[in-house]
T-cell receptor, first 110, second 114 residues
Framework: GNSVTQMEGPVTLSEEAFLTINCTYT??????LFWYVQYPGEGLQLLLK?????DKGSNKGFEATYRKETTSFHLEKGSVQVSDSAVYFC?????????FGAGTTVTVRA | DVKVTQSSRYLVKRTGEKVFLECVQD?????MFWYRQDPGLGLRLIYF???????EKGDIPEGYSVSREKKERFSLILESASTNQTSMYLC?????????????FGPGTRLTVL
């Protein structure tokens, strides 16, 4: 089945710093890939997704590119804000089921 | 906006009690899911349902059962709660078809079993 491995946290950054969270996947075929975000006290919400190789998902200044060669879907943001403090989950889809990574806690300091 | 609601944000139960967690979605989605979220383990799928009265086991179904009598409602049941079921429980839904890849999550129920 599908599985996802993402960079362990926690990650602490200063405002306006560059953020990268690594994510790699294993799957048969080419699954759709996702980044979900969970803000404090809330459920998960979709941040961005990519459905095929070389697709780039983007939202709220975050980007991730589906790299078939390296089986990766790393999340990046060029200049983080305090409001980006959250837990980020990478996920892949197979047979209607999402397989999630362990989550990376990101804290942005003012 | 899609809305997925869960019956409780926080719940405290005793070992051996029967526990019901309720989830309701208002977007007429066919698919519904129950996950548990634990630190360092991410989300793990307990059960899912792709239609009324239909259910499929996820990755960790042991100790749980589910019920889907109506399309909008998906219940998770702990027949006899145990301390190792203390966790955050998240419900999600998604439509069928080309949009099935996006799941919408409820706010979660933090269950403590004493």
């Amino acid at each position: 089945g599908n599985s996802v491995t993402q960079m362990e946290g926690p990650v602490t950054l200063s405002e306006e710093a560059f953020l990268t969270i690594n994510c790699t996947y294993t799957a048969t075929g080419y699954p759709s890939l996702f980044w979900y975000v969970q803000y404090p006290g809330e459920g998960l919400q979709l941040l961005l997704k990519a459905t095929k190789a070389d697709d780039k998902g983007s939202n709220k200044g975050f980007e991730a590119t589906y790299r078939k060669e390296t089986t990766s879907f790393h999340l990046e943001k060029g200049s983080v804000q305090v409001s980006d403090s959250a837990v980020y989950f990478c996920a892949s889809l197979g047979d209607y089921k999402l397989s999630f990574g362990a989550g990376t806690t990101v804290t942005v300091r003012a | 906006d899609v809305k997925v609601t869960q019956s409780s944000r926080y719940l405290v139960k005793r070992t051996g009690e029967k526990v019901f967690l309720e989830c309701v979605q208002d977007m007429d989605h066919e698919n519904m899911f129950w996950y548990r979220q634990d630190p360092g383990l991410g989300l793990r799928l307990i059960y899912f349902s792709y239609d009324v009265k239909m259910k499929e086991k996820g990755d960790i179904p042991e100790g749980y059962s589910v019920s889907r009598e109506k399309k909008e409602r998906f219940s998770l049941i702990l027949e006899s709660a145990s301390t190792n079921q203390t966790s955050m429980y998240l419900c999600a839904s998604s439509p069928r078809g080309v949009l099935a890849d996006t799941q919408y999550f409820g706010p979660g129920t933090r269950l403590t079993v004493l």
